[in-house]
């Protein structure tokens, strides 16, 4: 079990141009999700999959922010044009699928977004 | 809806202090309950969690009990150390209604503790 890893760690990139965040979660969990995280607040939900499925998005994913994941496996998180208020740290977590309250959400690290 | 209120910070204590950082919580339904930490620069890890009313969740010297009529978990550990400094996370799970459990969090609370 290597935890659920993201790639890159660090982006920076001027607004206007697209970037895209890789995550792939602990091998036995069924369920993905991705959070957006600003300074000094706590993680907000962006979006969840099952599977290949993605079931629920925030409204907080506008129409430039795009999720997959093509095989049920690792995630792409894409935002396109980007604007300096997207700036903020990318957390990608997993989770067995069971329906289930206490299922524990597992976070990677982070992918960290500068737009300069 | 679902959120979490804990107390703001910055907290700074000194090494061997007693830590308390309050959390409570409004849900639907019957929410589990956790705390994270983030240490610098790193993502979220697990700290505890309990999942009905009157556990105990711990780890590493660490505790916080599920108030159901105060809708409360806080944190609490006897003797913090220097390794402690990070921020710290409340945060529950509740249905969101599309099959999954969703994570509601609350602002985070910075702990600095010093030699």
């Known amino acids: 079990d290597t935890g659920v890893s993201q790639d890159p760690r660090h982006k920076i990139t001027k607004r206007g141009q697209n970037v895209t965040f890789r995550c792939d979660p602990i091998s036995e969990h069924n369920r993905l999700y991705w959070y957006r995280q600003t300074l000094g607040q706590g993680p907000e939900f962006l979006t969840y999959?099952?599977?290949?499925?993605?079931?629920?998005k925030s409204r907080l994913l506008s129409d430039r922010f795009s999720a997959e994941r093509p095989k049920g496996s690792f995630s792409t998180l894409e935002i396109q044009r980007t604007e300096q208020g997207d700036s903020a740290m990318y957390l990608c977590a997993s989770s067995e699928s069971s329906p289930f309250s206490g299922n524990t959400i597992y976070f990677g690290e982070g992918s960290w977004l500068t737009v300069v | 809806g679902n959120s979490v209120t804990q107390m703001e910070g910055p907290v700074t204590l000194s090494e061997e202090a007693f830590l308390t950082i309050n959390c409570t919580y409004t849900?639907?339904?019957?929410?589990?309950l956790f705390w994270y930490v983030q240490y610098p620069g790193e993502g979220l890890q697990l700290l505890l969690k309990?999942?009905?009313?009157?556990d105990k969740g711990s780890n590493k010297g660490f505790e916080a009990t599920y108030r159901k009529e105060t809708t409360s978990f806080h944190l609490e550990k006897g003797s913090v150390q220097v390794s402690d400094s990070a921020v710290y996370f409340c945060a529950l799970t509740a249905y969101s209604g599309a099959g999954s459990y969703q994570l509601t969090f609350g602002k985070g609370t910075k702990l600095s503790v010093i030699p």
């Open positions: 309990a999942t009905k009313a009157d």
């Open positions: 849900a639907t339904g019957y929410p589990s």
């Open positions: 999959f099952q599977n290949e499925a993605q079931l629920e």
